[in-house]
């Protein structure tokens, strides 16, 4: 394991590091269905983003990498074969000091999804692997016996945060940002975010809500400061017929948002295969939400994948819609967004088109998910669906003719 250790090292190079995810792990326990969850909205400064699925490991798996990152050398989220999944956000307050170049924490997740069932595996690999590990970080977990766990880690300790503990989760789930509560709290990160974020968890945790859809439509696309409680719902322009612009810092969503994934796991008596990894390649704010589900006949949604170009299509279309929230690209024109292409009173504003395209995905995958859940998967269903989203995907995103008879 050294050995591959090191060689993971000499393989890095140069890429996007990340700024500031919003993450999340909910146990089964506090889930409207019983499925734990684990959940990572990515932000950093590659926003290109791809999804990979990989069988170079004891394991086959899948997840986000980097559009530049040709082979796939870092995993920033996924989940492999035995429904075991990890992500991670940056810690900026467990280090007291950096011993070397931090941040590789995409290699751990990849070894970890190469060679690990449980949170148990997961805590063996992380006492073995020679130190210092270089990470800062709190890595998320879940498994398919229930498990579900944050792991604090920096160059030499973890410390593990256990979401079937209600001292620790008494509604089942637990929020990190940019800091660990393990850490320096003087140094903490992301703070204004994890403000925004827990009365959204604790409310729906109240109320039997907490599930994929909730994470995906709600927390990743909250429009509402968690410290100035500014609402840009109460702002919003009437049409979109003239510019309005809003300050839009420290948000859930942001201008370096690139992607979001929520792995939903698996019961007990459940196959491993059904595990779902509901994916947003891009802005969240200007793309939705399609499914995948790791399969040996290697059926992903096309768009999903780098074309010839190394990028997603459906990530680039993103972006490319994105120009029009951020059309400032000079100075601190990133901190300031375009309410009137974002959201209007009169329902025309980009994230408001995009979600009945979206609920159609949601509502065929839920269906597909219930028939599979009860009669078994059929890879001939799967090969069927990747070719339905593709084609509507391809109808409402493309910059073709009919992108701009839908938008």
């Not at 729906?204 to 500014?230: E, K, N």
Request: hydrophobic fraction near 35%; charge should be neutral; include cysteine.
């Amino acid at each position: 394991m050294k050995r591959l250790y090191f060689i993971y090292l000499l393989l890095f190079v140069l890429s996007g590091h990340a700024i500031a995810c919003t993450t999340a792990i909910i146990s089964g326990k506090g889930t409207i269905d019983g499925r734990p969850l684990l959940y990572k909205h990515r932000d950093t400064s590659a926003l290109q983003n791809k999804l990979m699925a990989f069988s170079d490991g004891k394991y086959n798996y899948i997840g986000i990498v980097n559009s530049t990152d040709k082979t796939g050398k870092e995993v920033w989220g996924g989940y492999n074969s035995t429904g075991f999944a990890i992500m991670n956000s940056a810690s900026y307050n467990l280090n007291e000091k950096e011993v070397g170049p931090e941040e590789r924490e995409g290699i751990i997740i990849k070894m970890a999804l190469q060679q690990c069932a449980t949170l148990a595996d997961f805590e063996k690999m992380l006492e073995t692997l020679p130190k210092p590990l270089y990470v800062n970080a709190n890595f998320g977990v879940i498994d398919a016996q229930g498990g579900a766990a944050y792991y604090e880690t920096g160059d030499y300790t973890f410390k593990k945060y256990d979401a079937n503990d209600p001292s620790i989760a008494p509604m089942g789930y637990i929020i990190r940002t940019n800091y660990s509560f393990s850490g320096d709290r003087a140094r903490d990160k992301g703070l204004s975010r994890y403000q925004a974020a827990e009365p959204l968890f604790y409310n729906a945790a109240l109320s039997g809500s907490l599930s994929y859809r909730f994470l995906l439509q709600d927390v990743s696309r909250h429009l509402t400061h968690g410290l100035t409680g500014t609402n840009l719902y109460d702002i919003m322009p009437q049409d979109t017929s003239k510019t309005v612009f809003a300050a839009f810092r420290d948000y859930i969503p942001r201008y370096s948002t690139s992607s979001v994934i929520v792995v939903q796991g698996v019961k007990k008596a459940e196959p491993a295969s059904l595990t779902t990894m509901w994916t947003i390649l891009g802005s969240p704010l200007t793309t939705v939400v399609v499914p995948v589900w790791l399969n040996k006949d290697n059926w992903y949604p096309s768009t999903m994948l780098a074309d010839e170009t190394g990028n997603a299509k459906l990530c680039d279309w993103s972006l490319k819609l994105k120009k029009q929230l951020f059309p400032i690209d000079r100075g601190e024109g990133n901190d300031y967004i375009n309410l009137a292409a974002l959201i209007t009173a009169d329902g025309n504003g980009i994230l408001q088109k995009i979600k009945p395209i979206e609920n159609q995905i949601l509502n065929k995958s839920d269906s597909l998910l219930n028939h599979w859940r009860k009669d078994g998967y059929n890879p001939a269903e799967l090969k069927e669906f990747c070719k339905w989203v593709d084609n509507l995907i391809q109808q409402y995103y493309s910059f073709s003719p009919s992108f701009s008879s839908s938008f």
